[in-house]
């Protein structure tokens, strides 16, 4: 089992920033991708960024391309999703999510393990 454990969540205004973070921890497989996805109330939980295990392959939403962007730490099994620029319509609760092997996907249904959510609220 992995657990991965958000952080950084918070209200902002709409322009400002918020960094998030998701460690994981337990037995994580040899490679993994890390993503962020996101579920605003009474909508679907919708893909945000992911990243590879050799942070070669990068992927955005459109979104929040060029607002946002996506790291990881293999060293500390640690993900962040930096998010500039935000807006109202990012509100959302944002969730830390892994799945197997070297690729990195955008599909929900290829995810493995997910962490239990972080809220981000931006106001106007």
């Known amino acids: 089992q992995v657990q991965l454990v958000e952080s950084g969540g918070g209200l902002v205004q709409a322009g400002g920033s918020l960094r998030l973070s998701c460690a994981a921890s337990g037995r994580t497989p040899s490679y993994y991708a890390m993503g962020w996805f996101r579920q605003a109330p009474g909508k679907e939980r919708e893909f945000v960024a992911v990243i590879s295990w050799s942070t070669t392959y990068t992927r955005y939403a459109d979104s929040v391309k060029s607002r946002f962007t996506i790291s990881r730490d293999n060293a500390k099994n640690t993900v962040c999703l930096q998010m500039n620029s935000l807006k109202p319509e990012d509100t959302a609760v944002y969730y830390c999510?892994?799945?197997?092997?070297?690729?990195?996907?955008?599909?929900?249904?290829?995810?493995?393990?997910w962490g239990q959510g972080t809220q981000v609220t931006v106001s106007s």
């Open positions: 999510a892994v799945h197997y092997g070297l690729g990195a996907s955008a599909a929900r249904n290829d995810y493995n393990y």
